[in-house]
C-alpha cells in the first residue's frame, strides 16, 4: 500500500494510532467505490455488514421522520460512515446519500474479523476509535435535542 494513503488514513479518527500493517490488513478487503451526486450508499432498515471511508467529496446522512426526510449532519473526506451495523448488526439507522461525487472505501466487516486474527491489540486500537467516534455522535446529538428542547421551551412562554 502507498506510504501517503495510510499516511492521510492515520490522520483519520478511525485509523488514528494504528500502524502501517495493521492499516494494510484492514484494506486487503477494502473495495473502491465510486458514487455520483444524489446516489446512495446505503439505505435506512437495510441490512448491512460494510462500513465506508470516504475519500473524497460530501455525502449527507439522512433520516426519514413524519414530515419526510431529515438531514442529521454532512461528512466530509476521512470520515467514515456504516459502523453501526458491524458493531449493533441491526438494520442500518439512517440512509447515506452522496451530496457530490464521491470516492469512499468499502470495508466489509471481515476486514476487522481479518485484523482481530492477525493482530489483536491493533484490532482494540480500531475498536476503541470506532467507539469513541460512536460515542462522539451520540455526544452531539443529544446537543442537538437538548437545543431543539429548550426552544420548544421558548415557544410555549
Given at each position: ?6 499516511g492521510r488514513l ?23 467505490v465510486?458514487m455520483a ?10 441490512l ?12 449527507r446522512v439522512i433520516?426519514r ?22 458493531l ?8 447515506v446519500r ?8 468499502a470495508i ?10 492477525h ?5 482494540s ?6 467507539g469513541?467516534?460512536?460515542?462522539r ?16 421551551g421558548e415557544?410555549?412562554v
Open positions: 500500500m502507498d506510504k501517503s494513503i495510510i492515520q490522520q483519520t479518527p478511525m485509523f488514528g494510532g494504528l500502524s502501517a500493517a495493521a492499516i494494510d490488513v484492514v484494506l486487503a478487503n477494502a473495495q473502491p465510486a451526486a444524489g446516489e446512495c450508499f446505503m439505505r435506512e432498515g437495510e448491512g455488514d460494510t462500513m465506508f471511508l470516504l475519500e473524497s467529496g460530501c455525502v433520516k421522520t413524519a414530515g419526510g426526510e431529515r438531514c442529521l449532519r454532512e461528512l466530509n473526506s476521512g470520515d467514515f460512515f456504516g459502523e453501526m451495523a458491524l449493533d448488526i441491526n438494520p442500518r439507522s439512517a440512509t452522496a451530496h457530490s461525487d464521491c470516492r469512499a472505501l466489509p466487516g471481515a476486514a476487522l474479523l481479518d485484523l482481530y486474527h493482530d489483536v491489540a491493533q484490532f486500537l480500531l475498536s476503541l476509535n470506532l469513541r467516534e460512536v460515542s455522535r451520540l455526544r452531539e446529538v443529544e446537543r442537538l435535542l437538548e437545543q431543539v428542547e429548550a426552544r420548544a415557544d410555549a
